[in-house]
T-cell receptor, first 112, second 112 residues
Framework: EAAVTQSPRNKVAVTGGKVTLSCNQT?????MYWYRQDTGHGLRLIHY???????EKGDIPDGYKASRPSQENFSLILELATPSQTSVYFC???????????FGPGTRLLVL | QQKVQQSPESLTVSEGAMASLNCTFS??????FRWYRQHSGKGLEVLVS????GEKEEGSFTAHLNRASLHVFLHIREPQPSDSALYLC????????????FGTGTSLLVDP
């Protein structure tokens, strides 16, 4: 089974501060994804990547950047965090567009 | 734009009784359907994937797809208290299979 880990698991940030969420996968999957989960909205796609060096915008990219420095690692960056970005963030990986996405345990972010 | 709705929002069943969850989607050309389970505070675990009309069984989980009626169901046979969780339906299509649209979930409680 796919192994996707996220760090930190919990984060408290101040408004205007920079936040970096990290994701690591050990299954050599090409694709990686960042989602946020909010009550009433389900999971929504923020950014995704097809491989090292690539990042693509998802459905709600505003206020977020992404970085894929290697096959294994995919980061989500909030340059200027806002309270509206308080959420639970999930990273996922998959081997291709049609394939199952495997999810990490999530990062709970609170922006004060 | 794809819309995915799940019903009921919450469901309580007795241990051992069949649980049936419903997912309705809006785009009839969708061809990639997955059910995920999320225990409280945890990541998403894929239960069953289905790509054509009919049924697909994985252990105690059976997905039933009827694209003409825009429904995909999840039936859980003899649920246990450990099956108490949030169940999420995810839908995508074609060469944009990476672009999952999630429902907001059904919260299942299995009473011992």
């Amino acid at each position: 089974e796919a192994a996707v880990t996220q760090s930190p698991r919990n984060k408290v940030a101040v408004t205007g501060g920079k936040v970096t969420l990290s994701c690591n996968q050990t299954n050599n999957h090409n694709n990686m994804y960042w989602y946020r989960q909010d009550t009433g909205h389900g999971l929504r796609l923020i950014h995704y990547s097809y491989g090292a060096g690539s990042t693509e915008k998802g459905d709600i990219p505003d206020g977020y950047k992404a970085s894929r420095p290697s096959q294994e690692n995919f980061s989500l960056i909030l340059e200027l965090a806002t309270p509206s970005q308080t959420s639970v963030y999930f990273c996922a990986s998959g081997d291709g567009d049609q394939d199952t996405q495997y999810f990490g345990p999530g990062t709970r972010l609170l922006v004060l | 734009q794809q819309k995915v709705q799940q019903s009921p929002e919450s469901l309580t069943v007795s241990e051992g009784a069949m649980a049936s969850l419903n997912c309705t989607f809006s785009d009839r050309s969708s061809d990639n359907f997955r059910w995920y389970r999320q225990h409280s505070g945890k990541g998403l675990e894929v239960l069953v994937s289905i790509f054509s009309d009919g049924e697909k069984e994985e252990g105690s989980f059976t997905a039933h797809l009827n694209r003409a009626s825009l429904h995909v169901f999840l039936h859980i046979r003899e649920p246990q208290p450990s099956d108490s969780a949030l169940y999420l339906c995810a839908v995508s299509k074609g060469n944009m299979g990476y672009k999952l649209t999630f429902g907001t979930g059904t919260s299942l409680l299995v009473d011992p």
